[in-house]
């Protein structure tokens, strides 16, 4: 008896010491990172270099591309226009992007035809835009520079299909009211909806105005309630479906808008998801499995859990899942940005927000652009071929490599070209 209780316990011990000394995985680090991290260049519209192949094999293997912008730069702008005939070529005919609804249908009126874009938008925006020194109120976001009109041109020339995923902007407002009037043009309700219009408009522009001046902390919560802008839009009739969804969306975004401070985000979020999926149904009429590139903020690229709600890049996770397809989600980084005061390196202007990020942000480069692919960085801490840091780098890490499959960052960025004459 003793014998066997003897062997038992030298079998154990011999276990536990295998196990002990067998090799525990290496934590990640800057040099690991530089095995998944690959470099390219944007010349004459197309990319050049290793990360080509990169950019190709996530184009060619995704039914979804979320890419997570940095908003107002140039460089994002430049590898957005660039996607654009691979995307093509992979069979892409649909793209989502941060605007309400109504605004994407006049980016659509704006970009047809193609070649007309940037001259259309530049009239449109010379027209709703309010500039005073370097702040300018946008009637659409992120199209305001001849960049962002040069991607969009390149993106209809290839045939993409506009979605309009998010609420209406809070500068579209005049606009808007143009575009509702459009709809009675010729008809027996103009003469007495433009009497309406000029009325409300006035109200409107007048709680604006108290808000730039600081009388009033926000203009909707009063312009919702004012009688003139609610007789306008009860004057238009109910069955002219194109103005009752122009007023629709108007009054959801105000809605979001008056409730920001009371957690109307994950309310946006919802429209969001509502509206991708709206247009997703539609397309499945037509295609199978319609691929679609998404172009928006970084935050609702993540495929996880993001500010506190499950977004676009969660949204087409799933949907992948469903498909057996793949959804590819990138976030941007920008390192370095050229000026009027000169260079300036992002990564130590914003110290705090990089700190956690020390092995990652020696890999961005002045001269090329740099793309890491997470997703197989992702595959090899899962599989236990390393680890993620013990300290309290971890959380941010984890966050970046569970929430995106790829991170970009370009060379130095620069400042846009406003497509205005204002």
Not at 180 to 190: H, I, K, N, P, Q
């Amino acid at each position: 008896m003793k014998r066997l209780i003897l062997l038992s316990f030298l079998a154990t011990f011999s276990f536990c010491s295998d196990a002990q000394t067998k090799k525990s995985p290496k934590t990640l680090s800057a040099e690991h990172l530089k095995k998944y991290t690959s470099y390219f260049t944007i010349e004459n519209g197309g990319f050049k270099g290793k990360g080509t192949k990169t950019i190709k094999n996530l184009v060619n293997s995704s039914q979804f591309i979320t890419y997570g912008e940095i908003h107002g730069s140039y460089q994002v702008s430049a590898i957005t226009k660039a996607f654009m005939p691979l995307l093509k070529k992979a069979g892409f005919n649909h793209f989502a992007i941060e605007v309400g609804p109504t605004s994407a249908k006049k980016l659509t009126e704006l970009s047809t035809p193609a070649e007309k874009t940037v001259e259309n938008l530049k009239a449109f925006n010379s027209k709703y835009t309010v500039s005073k020194g370097k702040e300018s109120a946008h009637p659409i976001p992120f199209f305001d520079a001849v960049s962002d009109a040069e991607f969009l041109q390149e993106a209809r020339a290839n045939g993409m299909q506009l979605w309009g995923l998010d609420q209406e902007y809070y500068y579209a407002t005049f606009f808007l009211v143009d575009e509702l009037m459009r709809t009675v043009e010729g008809t027996s309700e103009a003469s007495r909806l433009t009497s309406l219009k000029n009325t409300a408009i006035q109200i409107m522009y007048k709680h604006f105005l108290d808000e730039v001046t600081e009388k009033i902390d926000d203009a909707y919560p009063l312009i919702v309630k004012e009688k003139a802008v609610n007789d306008f839009f009860d004057a238009f009739p109910k069955d002219n479906k194109e103005a009752q969804e122009i007023i629709n969306n108007m009054k959801i975004s105000w809605d979001i808008y008056i409730r920001w401070r009371n957690d109307s985000h994950v309310d946006r979020i919802s429209y969001i998801r509502n509206n991708f999926m709206k247009h997703y149904n539609e397309a499945l009429a037509k295609e199978k499995k319609p691929k679609v590139f998404t172009k928006i903020g970084s935050l609702h690229a993540s495929k996880i859990l993001s500010n506190g709600a499950f977004d676009i890049g969660n949204l087409t996770e799933e949907l992948a899942q469903r498909n057996k397809t793949q959804s590819t989600a990138i976030t941007t980084w920008i390192p370095f940005k050229q000026t009027e005061k000169g260079l300036v390196n992002n990564f130590e202007k914003y110290k705090r927000n990089y700190a956690r990020y020390s092995m990652i942000t020696p890999l961005a480069q002045k001269d090329q652009w740099a793309i890491v692919n997470l997703k197989e960085v992702r595959e090899q801490i899962i599989k236990g071929k390393v680890a993620l840091p013990t300290n309290g780098d971890y959380h941010k890490l984890k966050r970046l490599i569970w929430g995106y499959d790829y991170l970009i960052m370009p060379s130095v960025d620069q400042e846009n070209t406003p497509n205005r004459t204002n």
